[in-house]
Structures are given as structure tokens and as C-alpha cells.
């Protein structure tokens, strides 16, 4: 559909619930170690797509922050029985996810009322920082358009409304480690322009112009990016914000708290050293709505190249934003019903 080279628009479907004979799928035990994606994907199923059906079908038994507990019981969602998953909840596609990726489950309505634009950095004739990895390239733009896409993917499943700023026509999610380069990124249809201060101003005023048109809703701004430092250093997934938004703060420490406490859960013997602050980037200081600017690693680091050029921890990177997002937002509900 045309529109959707311009924007991702969620359309609501009523969620019906689960009705399904269980008994009738198949069953896995949780291993020492085991997470969701390691266990779907031992089973040959594929997170990206059945993470939700997971949770849904096994939400009395998980632990917390959708833990698993170690051998117990689970059951593996359907991934050929078209009439089990209708009966989970109704699906729309978005082909700017890909073909194997372009069915969104609708999992809750808990964002039903918000809009959300995400900008993945760089693109176009600017790859951003770029490394070789087994003797290939691999570039910034690529794998902050992979996070980009999974994370609105996260977000439309609860019901928001999804603007992807930069997009490429031929990139859908990807699962591979390495993921091919090209320049054909466009905004709103047009090719980004050659100079960076041009780049920056084409996005910001895409965005701006939406805001506009979107006043009274919940809005808010997200920009993913890859950093680049020395080979040796590695670095924890950080937060920016305007040092003049309340709001954009506080959704910055959402996502931050989100992390820090899925570190704790699930890497208790390392210690999280990632920050939220303001700063005063091109984009933080010029688009309207509050914002978190978001670095997931140093690209250069053999350790950061482990949670970026994994499928699986790119997942999880989109999944833990979400949920700092979701925090945010229903924080922000309660703070006013107060």
C-alpha cells in the first residue's frame, strides 16, 4: 500500500482472547540458561515473529520480566495452523517489515492512544560508523534500521501509531549477522541529500510537520544509533534527552530503568554502566516532541559486535526499549489520573 512508504498507521483489531486447546502443540522444557529466544529458536521458531504467541500461551508460568523457570513445561506456539492463530488475535501486515516479517500480531491495546516516530541514524550516502567484520563491512545505518524496524514492530503490536522516518524499500527486518549495505534510503519518499546539516534538516522537519498535525496525543520521538570509539572499548546501551523536556528525561529513564533492571535479572555478574542524559545534538535540540536518543553500542568492540550483529540481542534490544516505552507512557496515564 502507498501510504506505507510515508508511514506505518496502526489499525486497530478487537483482541479476542485465547481459545485454543493446548494440549494439541507441541511442548518444550527450559534448559539452565534458557531464555525465550534461545528456546524458540532451539525449536526452530523464529522470536521475531512468535515471541508474543509465546508469552500469551504461557503467561501463568513465566517468571518475572518473562523469565523462564528452569525445567518447566512450555508451550511452543503453532506455527503453521492458520485457524490457531486467528483464534489468538487478529494480524495486520506491514510490508515495509519484509515478507517474512510483515504479519503484526495484535497483542494489547496499551498504547492504543500514543504516536511514535522513530529515526534510525544515518543512511543514504552516510553509512555512519563503519568496521570490518570477517572481512566484510558492516556499517551504522544498517543495523540502526534493523532495531528501527523491530522496535515499531514491538510498538504497533500494542496498538500505537508508527511513523518510521528513514526507510528503505528494500530492507525488512533482517536475521542475518552481517547485513548488506546500500544508499537507497529516502524520507517521505525523497532521497536523503548529500550534505549531513541537509540530512538532519529533512528528518527533523518530517517529523516536525507530523507532530504538528498530530497535537493533542501522546507523541513522542526515538533516534537509534550505533556508535564508534576505539576497538577496545565497549560500551552499555545510553540515553540522550533535551535538557530542556521534562518529558523527554523521563522517558530516557524509563528505558534506562528498563535496562538496568533486565541486567540484573538476567546478567547478575555484570554491572550496567549505561547513562541517560541531556545533550545537545542537531535532533534533540530541534524536533518538537519529547525524545530519547538512543546508542546501542560501539560497533568497533568485539563485545558490542555480539549485541549488534546478533539477530537474537537485536530482538531483545527492541524488546527492552518497548518496555521502557510502555513504562513511560503508563506512568505518564497514572501521574495524570492522579
Known sequence: MKFLRISILFVFVHFQGIGLAQEANLKAVAKEGDGIYSLLRRHGISPTKFYNKFVALNAEHLGEDESLLMGRSYVLPDTLDTKKVEEMGKSVEYPIFGEQFA????????LGDTVYYLISGHGGPDPGAVEKYND????????????????????????AEVHVIVQDDNDGIRDQRVLE?????TVLSKPLPLGQLARLKQRTEAVNGLYRKNVGKHQRLLVIHVDSRG?????DVFFYHHEKSKNGKKLAESIHQTFLRKYKKFQPNRLYNGTFMDRNLYVVKNTLPAMAYIEIGNIRSK????????????QALAKWISEGILLDYESSKTFIAK
Open 103 to 110: 504479519k503484526v500480531d495484535v497483542a494489547s491495546n496499551r
Open 136 to 159: 566484510k563491512l558492516i556499517a551504522e545505518d544498517e543495523y540502526a534500521y534493523d532495531v528501527t524496524l523491530r522496535l515499531a514492530r514491538e510498538l504497533i503490536s500494542h496498538g
Open 181 to 185: 549495505l546500500d544508499t537507497d534510503e
Open 231 to 235: 576497538e577496545g572499548t565497549n560500551i
Open 303 to 314: 563485545k558490542d559486535q555480539r549485541r549488534i550483529l546478533d539477530p537474537d540481542n537485536r
